[in-house]
T-cell receptor, first 116, second 112 residues
Framework: EAEVAQSPRYKITEKSQAVAFWCDPI?????LYWYRQILGQGPELLVQ????????DSQLPKDRFSAERLKGVDSTLKIQPAELGDSAMYLC??????????????FGPGTRLTVL | KQEVTQIPAALSVPEGENLVLNCSFT??????LQWFRQDPGKGLTSLLL?????REQTSGRLNASLDKSSGRSTLYIAASQPGDSATYLC???????????FGKGTHLIIQP
């Protein structure tokens, strides 16, 4: 069964350093999402792509976060500089919007970021 | 702004019991609602998706209902098992391709 791949699974960094996360969605899924989940909370949407275009980045802290999906397939989320409050699980999801309109978002295993 | 609330925040029951998890949302103009399971330190696994025009969906021992007008959904788990122990998250989508708005989840423990 096809899965969303993410790497690394775990990342420890010091504050003010740069970090990057990678996501490879399920083949054929045009829509890709990045979420951030703080411990004990539900995930919150950071950015959404449709193919290579950003559809929604209203919740992305653009002073330090950036995201790209250059060829409309895999995606990278970057934080520079990292802050203590960025410690969280970063989840990637993808979906295929069917002609019937209903679709399911499939999530990857996540990247656990710890900022020291 | 859409807000999703899940009650209870935590639940511990003996094996074999039937149980209900509750989800409420403030804006009834949703496209669909999805229930997920999350094991500790892991990603999310989709359990059930209910379109706004549907009233319920079933998968095995799981049944999810949706009352869109009142802004409520329930997840019913029949004959609970220790392997059902996890955090259950409810999420709603405003439009067909929009991102999801999640609740904080219900942490479920099934005692053997």
């Amino acid at each position: 069964e096809a899965e969303v791949a993410q790497s690394p699974r775990y990342k420890i960094t010091e504050k003010s350093q740069a970090v990057a996360f990678w996501c490879d969605p399920i083949s054929g899924h045009a829509t890709l999402y990045w979420y951030r989940q703080i411990l004990g909370q539900g995930p919150e949407l950071l950015v959404q792509f449709q193919d290579e275009s950003v559809v929604d980045d209203s919740q992305l802290p653009k002073d330090r976060f950036s995201a790209e999906r250059l060829k409309g397939v895999d995606s990278t989320l970057k934080i520079q500089p990292a802050e203590l409050g960025d410690s969280a699980m970063y989840l990637c999801a993808s979906s295929y919007l069917s002609t019937s309109g209903g679709d399911t978002q499939y999530f990857g295993p996540g990247t656990r970021l710890t900022v020291l | 702004k859409q807000e999703v609330t899940q009650i209870p925040a935590a639940l511990s029951v003996p094996e074999g019991e039937n149980l209900v998890l509750n989800c409420s949302f403030t804006d009834s103009a949703i496209y669909n609602l999805q229930w997920f399971r999350q094991d500790p330190g892991k990603g999310l696994t989709s359990l059930l998706l209910i379109q706004s025009s549907q009233r319920e969906q079933t998968s095995g021992r799981l049944n999810a209902s949706l009352d869109k007008s009142s802004g409520r959904s329930t997840l019913y788990i029949a004959a609970s098992q220790p392997g059902d122990s996890a955090t259950y998250l409810c999420a709603v989508r405003r439009g067909g391709a929009d991102g999801l708005t999640f609740g904080k989840g219900t942490h479920l423990i099934i005692q053997p």
